[in-house]
């Protein structure tokens, strides 16, 4: 926010009363960052007249008047426009484009906002060479694969053998009844649904950028009877919620599936409030471990971080959890594993986790890479061999978990 960073960003106190948990009581703020040719918007954008909007106008027409190729219009957070503020930028990229014949303007929108894409493609007739990109599209690596209802039997499996264990552990990392709690990439929803139904929160916002993940979150809460949890479409990586909002904030299994995981720490550090927890839990995959047959169930879990890898996915992550922690600025890091075992409950449970990472792994990974069948019988044989491994009567089968949490300076 400094002149030195080339940066202006000014503030202007248009009030927005929002109902829903994300960007409630936002203002309108501008920025331009010379370094990207990036000018932003963000909050609401609601004015009586174009005159409350001179100081952003006056800013946007001294950026563009002075870059060359491309401007980037970022609307990446801009929550609502008016007719009037939506006709001031229409008229700003007009004037922008006849005053500099060679600029192109490129506006960034997101599928979180509903109506941004379509309403912002009007502006492509404004002027040549204004174009608009819809920038979650494809904005990692793994989404194609995270995003597929595939997923879904691997998310409903794993927590049936995780929650006994994060029942217990949550409140070794501070959580409290009444807490204000946001569960970032909430995947099917269970997590924040057992959450709220254990832990007697004040709220719970469960946020995910796969659409058909938080149709069956919304519909199993339903079902449940759990209402205090509110499901909502977003980028962790960019999220609209406000700064310092929420007392404990979660992150589990998720860290390892984005390509930048300092990114969604940054956000899960600025949400949490001055005081609050964020708490995260990752795997290491190549760890987990079976007997008997250890030798197979190795070599196929290590071939899925290989995998996981190919796809821009890093399911080691697991220990390196706490110094992404101490990167981000939290304190008081607290950090533990626990291993997932056939001996948890009903060995089954176990062996269906294991299926469901089968069908996934080899069936679907594997193939879209393009292994060889050698491979993908070798691979699947590993599967098979830690199934039986978790049914065996005298077997042992593992599957080990890092959580750590920290502390938002006060
Ligand atoms: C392995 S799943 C874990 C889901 C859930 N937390 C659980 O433990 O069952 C990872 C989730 O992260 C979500 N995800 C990945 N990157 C995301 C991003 N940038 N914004 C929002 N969600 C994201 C995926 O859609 C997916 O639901």
Redesign the pocket.
Same mark, same amino acid.
């Given at each position: 926010m400094t002149e030195p960073e080339k940066t202006i960003r000014r503030r202007h106190e248009q009030t927005a009363a929002r109902p829903s948990g994300q960007g409630a009581g936002r203002g309108f703020a501008f920025h331009y960052d010379e370094n990207n040719q990036e000018f932003v918007l963000a909050g609401v954008m609601t004015p009586q007249d174009t005159a409350a909007l001179a100081p952003m106008s006056e800013a946007f027409g001294a950026a563009a008047a002075r870059l060359r190729g491309t401007m980037f219009l970022n609307v990446k957070k801009l929550l609502r426009v008016n007719v009037c503020g939506f006709r001031e930028l229409s008229r700003l990229i007009s004037i922008a484009c006849e005053n500099n014949p060679e600029l192109a303007i490129r506006i960034i929108t997101t599928s979180v906002i509903a109506w941004s894409s379509r309403r912002f493609e009007r502006l492509k007739s404004v002027a040549p060479r204004v174009e608009v990109e819809q920038y979650d599209d494809a904005f990692?690596p793994g989404q194609g694969v995270?995003?597929d209802t595939s997923?879904v039997p691997i998310?409903r499996t794993?927590?049936k053998m995780t929650w006994r264990h994060e029942r217990d552990i949550l409140p070794r990392h501070g959580l409290k009844p009444k807490m204000r709690i946001a569960d970032i990439?909430?995947? !099917?929803g269970?997590?924040a649904a057992l959450v709220a139904r254990t832990f007697d929160p004040a709220e719970v916002v469960a946020?995910?950028?796969?659409q058909g993940?938080l149709a069956y979150a919304r519909k199993v809460a339903a079902e449940l009877g759990v209402r205090r949890v509110e499901y909502v479409h977003?980028?962790?990586?960019s999220l609209l919620l406000e700064d310092d909002r929420f007392d404990f904030v979660t992150c589990?299994?998720?860290l390892q599936?984005?390509d930048r995981p300092e990114l !969604?720490l940054k956000e899960l550090f600025r949400i949490c409030r001055p005081g609050g927890r964020v708490y995260i839990s990752n795997e290491k995959n190549s760890h987990c471990l079976g007997e008997p047959r250890a030798d197979s169930i190795q070599w196929s879990y290590t071939e899925v971080a290989r995998l996981w890898e190919h796809f821009g996915m890093d399911i080691e992550l697991g220990p390196k959890s706490r110094r992404l922690m101490m990167d981000t600025g939290l304190e008081d890091i607290r950090m533990e594993s626990f291993m997932v075992t056939n001996l948890d409950g009903d060995p089954q449970d176990f062996a269906d986790v294991v299926a469901a990472w089968e069908s996934v792994y080899v069936d679907r990974m594997a193939v879209e890479r393009g292994d060889s069948e050698e491979f993908i019988a070798r691979f699947r044989k590993g599967f098979h061999d830690h199934i039986s491994a978790a049914l065996h009567p005298k077997g042992y089968a593992g599957w080990p978990i890092w959580v750590a949490s920290g502390q938002k300076p006060l």
């Amino acid at each position: 926010m400094t002149e030195p960073e080339k940066t202006i960003r000014r503030r202007h106190e248009q009030t927005a009363a929002r109902p829903s948990g994300q960007g409630a009581g936002r203002g309108f703020a501008f920025h331009y960052d010379e370094n990207n040719q990036e000018f932003v918007l963000a909050g609401v954008m609601t004015p009586q007249d174009t005159a409350a909007l001179a100081p952003m106008s006056e800013a946007f027409g001294a950026a563009a008047a002075r870059l060359r190729g491309t401007m980037f219009l970022n609307v990446k957070k801009l929550l609502r426009v008016n007719v009037c503020g939506f006709r001031e930028l229409s008229r700003l990229i007009s004037i922008a484009c006849e005053n500099n014949p060679e600029l192109a303007i490129r506006i960034i929108t997101t599928s979180v906002i509903a109506w941004s894409s379509r309403r912002f493609e009007r502006l492509k007739s404004v002027a040549p060479r204004v174009e608009v990109e819809q920038y979650d599209d494809a904005f990692y690596p793994g989404q194609g694969v995270l995003e597929d209802t595939s997923f879904v039997p691997i998310l409903r499996t794993q927590t049936k053998m995780t929650w006994r264990h994060e029942r217990d552990i949550l409140p070794r990392h501070g959580l409290k009844p009444k807490m204000r709690i946001a569960d970032i990439c909430c995947g !099917i929803g269970d997590f924040a649904a057992l959450v709220a139904r254990t832990f007697d929160p004040a709220e719970v916002v469960a946020v995910d950028h796969a659409q058909g993940s938080l149709a069956y979150a919304r519909k199993v809460a339903a079902e449940l009877g759990v209402r205090r949890v509110e499901y909502v479409h977003g980028d962790a990586a960019s999220l609209l919620l406000e700064d310092d909002r929420f007392d404990f904030v979660t992150c589990r299994h998720s860290l390892q599936v984005f390509d930048r995981p300092e990114l !969604i720490l940054k956000e899960l550090f600025r949400i949490c409030r001055p005081g609050g927890r964020v708490y995260i839990s990752n795997e290491k995959n190549s760890h987990c471990l079976g007997e008997p047959r250890a030798d197979s169930i190795q070599w196929s879990y290590t071939e899925v971080a290989r995998l996981w890898e190919h796809f821009g996915m890093d399911i080691e992550l697991g220990p390196k959890s706490r110094r992404l922690m101490m990167d981000t600025g939290l304190e008081d890091i607290r950090m533990e594993s626990f291993m997932v075992t056939n001996l948890d409950g009903d060995p089954q449970d176990f062996a269906d986790v294991v299926a469901a990472w089968e069908s996934v792994y080899v069936d679907r990974m594997a193939v879209e890479r393009g292994d060889s069948e050698e491979f993908i019988a070798r691979f699947r044989k590993g599967f098979h061999d830690h199934i039986s491994a978790a049914l065996h009567p005298k077997g042992y089968a593992g599957w080990p978990i890092w959580v750590a949490s920290g502390q938002k300076p006060l």
